[in-house]
């Protein structure tokens, strides 16, 4: 009997004693991210940032699970149960911890739970205040709300670079011409849908044969309306790889067109929109896809850890693609590169094969050392690469995405010449300045987290369509007989939508 009493004595003094075997301040450790606020998201998402004794962050992984817990009552709350939610936690390898989770259901008077031996850490439990939502309601907020909950810039310089091309352009007339070029064009090497959002509604027609990447836009503009009021507006989105509004001496009239496109060049004048990529990550993450910007930040790998070589894997969509595996084979020691699938340069294949055995991307982090060079067009897995806790050598490209006139290079990546010329000497360099370039990988993840993640991916689609609607406001918007309209998923309006805290819930 007294063993057991002695027992139970010892068990609750190891449970509430303080971590003393840790160095850490759990009251001064800081969480923030939208998955603590009111924030309508596929998977909503926050971060932990530990903090030591003596005040400090903590930059190391301290290798421990932290005790989660949603609190909250489902919308048609039977029996006192609790909202059903998944949740996961990655440790980022930095002394952070990502934290984020999915609601299957509206949930109400919503409280998280972030302990750690039972005692809380931060301003643990947050509590919010308004109901929550998932991703599928349709609950748009007006535009001017939109911006508050999701916290997004006044504005972009990307944004602004596009939209000044084509200021001041006659939109209806620029549009009857392209209508008039994308219907006569050789539709086997068109990829061009025009897109109508007119009260909340969305509509389109495509021009040639390869559009089957309208699932991508589809699912995005419908998630967008999902959450926000856009104003009406009209788009030429075009779906291929490479951009269409070639640069040349052309008038307005007659070119450039503004067409959408998910990746811009040097030499045209596209206007860019985060990738399909990107964004379907950012729809489909704890779903269909398993890498996305947030999880792609699990570290399994210490910085001190880590191979210090470059690392590389991809199929051959791109000549400096292979010429890195001449590099690495001449290089074995600084570089590891292959080629994982041959498609493009088959008849090299004895030169350049055997095509390595793919490689989980989660493990390119096991490498010091990063390597991005362009596939068709530019990278697409750049921003994932810039996550990891690696340092990322960059191609030099006349090709880009949304963010890349955002980065610096030597700050957030180490450039190398198209030709792979200065390779090899940087990755020497990059093995012999480790202070500078952990920096640099430091510097590369913090820009992901306040650039890319799907708040960030939300806000760019959203004062994009915006100022083009500025823009081009003088042009009626309306609907051609031969659009079909894009239908909204069945359950999106299964949603109450009402985000006023009950009285008698208070
Ligand atoms: C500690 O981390 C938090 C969260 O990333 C950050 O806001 C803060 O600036 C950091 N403090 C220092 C001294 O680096
Ligand atoms: C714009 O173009 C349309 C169609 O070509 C024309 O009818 C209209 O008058 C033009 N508007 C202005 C302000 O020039
Ligand atoms: C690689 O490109 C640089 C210019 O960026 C040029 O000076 C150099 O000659 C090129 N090297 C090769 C091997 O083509």
């Known amino acids: 009997m007294n063993l057991i009493i002695l027992a139970v004595i010892v068990l609750r003094t190891l449970l509430v004693s303080p971590v003393s075997s840790l160095d850490i301040d759990l009251g001064k450790s800081v969480i923030w991210g939208p998955g603590l606020g009111e924030t309508t998201l596929p998977v909503r998402y926050f971060f932990v940032q530990l903090v030591n004794n003596a005040g400090e962050n903590v930059t190391e992984s301290q290798d421990i699970k932290l005790d989660i817990q949603l609190v909250g009552q489902p919308k048609n709350q039977r029996n006192a149960e609790n909202c059903r939610y ?10 952070s911890i990502v934290v984020r989770y999915r609601i299957p259901q509206e949930c109400r008077g919503v409280s998280i739970h972030v302990m750690y031996k039972g005692q809380h850490l931060g301003d643990s439990p947050y509590s919010i205040p308004s109901p929550i939502f998932p991703e599928i309601c349709s609950c748009p907020l007006e535009i001017d709300e939109f911006r508050n909950v999701y916290k997004c810039p006044e504005r972009h310089p990307q944004i602004e ?15 009857e011409k392209m209508l008039e070029k994308f219907s006569t064009d050789n539709p086997g090497s068109l990829a061009i849908c025009q897109y109508v959002v007119l009260s909340g509604e969305l509509f389109r027609r495509c021009f040639g044969k390869h ?40 008038s307005r009239t007659q070119g450039p067109w503004p067409v959408f496109s998910w990746c811009g060049s040097s030499d045209s004048f596209d206007i860019v929109m985060p990738t399909y990529d990107i964004t379907e990550s950012t729809l489909e993450a ?5 890498l996305d910007i947030i999880s792609v930040q699990k570290s399994a790998t210490k910085w001190a850890d880590k191979i210090p070589k470059a690392f590389f894997r991809g199929r051959d969509a791109n000549r400096e693609r292979l010429k890195s595996v001449e590099l ?15 498609f493009f340069f088959r008849d090299e294949e004895d030169t350049y094969g055997p095509k390595s055995p793919r490689v989980s991307f989660f493990d390119f982090f096991k490498y010091k050392f990063q390597i991005n060079i362009d596939g068709t067009v530019a990278g697409y897995r750049f921003p994932y690469l810039l996550a990891g806790n ?16 955002q980065l610096k290079p030597m700050v957030h990546y180490i450039p190398f010449r198209r030709n792979l010329s200065d390779l090899i000497e940087k990755i020497h360099w990059a093995k012999s300045h480790d202070t500078t370039v952990r920096k640099i990988a430091q510097n590369a993840r913090a820009f992901v987290r306040e650039n890319l993640l799907p708040t960030h991916i939300f806000c760019y689609h959203v004062l994009l369509f915006e100022q083009w609607h500025q823009l081009t406001r003088l042009h009626k918007v309306s609907v051609a007989s031969d659009m079909e309209k894009v239908p909204k998923p069945e359950e999106s309006s ?4 009402d985000r006023k805290v009950q009285r008698d819930e208070l």
């Open 328 to 342: 690495s084979r001449r290089n074995p020691e600084l570089l590891d590169s292959a080629i994982t699938n041959f």
């Open 161 to 175: 670079e596009d939209m000044s091309t084509f200021s001041g352009i006659n939109y209806t007339h620029v549009q």
């Open 211 to 250: 559009v089957g990447f309208t699932m991508f836009m589809d699912a995005t503009l419908l998630s967008i309306l999902r959450k926000v009021k856009l104003p009406d507006f009209e788009i030429f989105v075009n779906l291929g790889d490479w951009p269409v509004s070639r640069k040349g001496g052309r």
């Open 494 to 497: 299964s949603c109450s939508c």
């Open 286 to 290: 704890m779903n269909r896809v398993s």
């Open 390 to 405: 690696s340092v990322v050598l960059k191609q030099d490209s006349p090709y880009y995405e949304h963010f890349y006139s």
């Open 86 to 95: 998944s949740l996961e936690q990655f440790d980022a390898g930095d002394g």
